[in-house]
Every structure is written in structure tokens, then in C-alpha cells.
């Protein structure tokens, strides 16, 4: 594996700490390897620590009574799961799975907080990110409460296009994963990204969706009065 400093100066969680702070973490990082479909933990259970995706994709999503998934979030490398829990001292608070095989790094929470007790502003810069991930996680539980799932749906293509800061980007979520995110099954997410093909709103190749008809789609995400 490449340098370990290097590799979690690449991570958001870490990317202003200091060459100190970021030796200090990295001392303390422990490799840990995830097939596909592997899980890294369940919800509830206690936190044992912070994962640092360096190679991978995972998913974080809850689990309803009945046993149904409701995804939050897609996380590609570079990345980070399970920050919260470092600093309020519950369980992880949601379940992830590695989507394909994941390499990751793995801090203790003891661990880490030693190295914050030892430099504290890597508590203060690390919050500000925490902050920004629940701004983001704040959307993302407005985009499946609000509106139909043809607005909601209309409103994730829109902020994904927003994030690849294009019109044309890759759709990593299968119909199923994208039902689960918007909180509804398989056949409806299908049947409304078919009308907006058909309307001339989005072309779909593959994986690589381009959104063809932004004010038409933005009439789409509207909110009805």
C-alpha cells in the first residue's frame, strides 16, 4: 500500500491537517480489506472506530422493522464512514456495506482521540467537515420525504449533475439502489426515468446519464402547492 500519510492527506475528513497531524493518524492507521458485499458494520452497534475509504465503494443505508433498506449514501474513495460516533459516543448510528471490493484504513476511536487531546485543532477541522456531511444528509432526508417520488427523483438528478458540476455524468445507483434512496420500489423509479426519456428531459447510455432538458426537469422537481 502507498505511503499512509499520503493516502489520508487525499481524504475531505483530512485534507487541511497539518503534516504532523496527518503522521499522527497515520501511525495509528491499521489496514483492513472488504470483499463485495461484505459488511464493515450494522447499525446499533458500538462504535469501535472511523474508516477510511482509500479503494472502493461502500453504502450506508437504515433498515426499517420489516427489513426493508432505505440508502442514505454511496460513498466512493476517498472517503470516510462512521466520523459521528468519534465525538458523541453512540453506536454507528446506520449500517454499510462495501459494494465492491473495499480497502480502508481503520483508526480506533481511543486512538484518535488521543491524537486530538494531543492536537486539538484536528477536533475543530475535522468537525467542520462532520458539519457539512450532516448539512448534506439534511438534504438527502428532504429528497425522500418531499414531494412525489417523480419530483424527488427529478431533484437527485438535478443535485447529481450539480455535484459533477455537468450536465453529463455517471448514475453509479442501479434502479433498485436509486428506489431505495427515494424510498420506494424498483418499478416506479423505472417507469419515471423511462418518461423522461421519452419526454426528451434525459439520455441514459449505460451508466452515463446527461440531462438533456434542465428547465424541464427542474418543472419536474417543482413542488406542488
Keep these: 500500500m502507498p505511503q499512509k500519510n499520503a493516502l489520508l492527506s487525499q481524504i475531505p475528513l483530512f485534507a487541511s491537517l ?4 496527518v503522521e499522527a493518524l ?23 472506530g472511523i474508516f477510511l475509504i482509500i479503494q472502493g465503494s461502500v453504502k450506508i443505508f437504515k433498515t ?22 468519534l465525538f458523541d459516543g453512540g453506536p454507528y448510528p446506520a449500517s454499510v456495506r462495501a459494494v465492491d471490493p473495499v480497502v480502508s484504513l481503520f483508526l480506533n476511536k481511543s486512538d484518535f482521540q488521543h491524537v486530538c487531546r494531543q492536537y486539538p485543532d484536528v477536533a475543530l477541522k475535522v468537525l467542520a467537515v462532520v458539519g457539512r456531511r450532516l448539512r448534506h444528509l439534511v438534504s438527502v432526508v428532504e429528497s ?69 432538458n434542465r428547465a424541464g426537469l427542474e418543472r419536474e422537481a417543482e413542488a406542488q402547492a
Design 64 to 85: 426499517s422493522p420489516g427489513g426493508r433498506e432505505m440508502m442514505l449514501a454511496l460513498e466512493t474513495a476517498p472517503s470516510t464512514v462512521a466520523e459521528l460516533p
Design 18 to 21: 497539518s503534516e504532523s497531524e
Design 144 to 212: 425522500m420525504t418531499f414531494g412525489s417520488v417523480t419530483q424527488r427523483l427529478a431533484r437527485l438528478l438535478l443535485d447529481a449533475a450539480g455535484q459533477a458540476g455537468s450536465e453529463e455524468f455517471d448514475l453509479p445507483l442501479t434502479h433498485q439502489e436509486l428506489a431505495s434512496r427515494l424510498g420506494t420500489v424498483r418499478e416506479v423509479v423505472s417507469r419515471n426515468l423511462a418518461r423522461f426519456r421519452a419526454e426528451g428531459l434525459i439520455r441514459i447510455q449505460g451508466h452515463q446519464l446527461r440531462i438533456q
Design 26 to 48: 497515520a501511525q495509528r492507521a491499521v489496514e483492513r480489506r472488504f470483499a463485495g458485499d461484505e459488511m464493515l458494520f450494522w447499525e446499533g452497534e458500538p462504535c469501535a
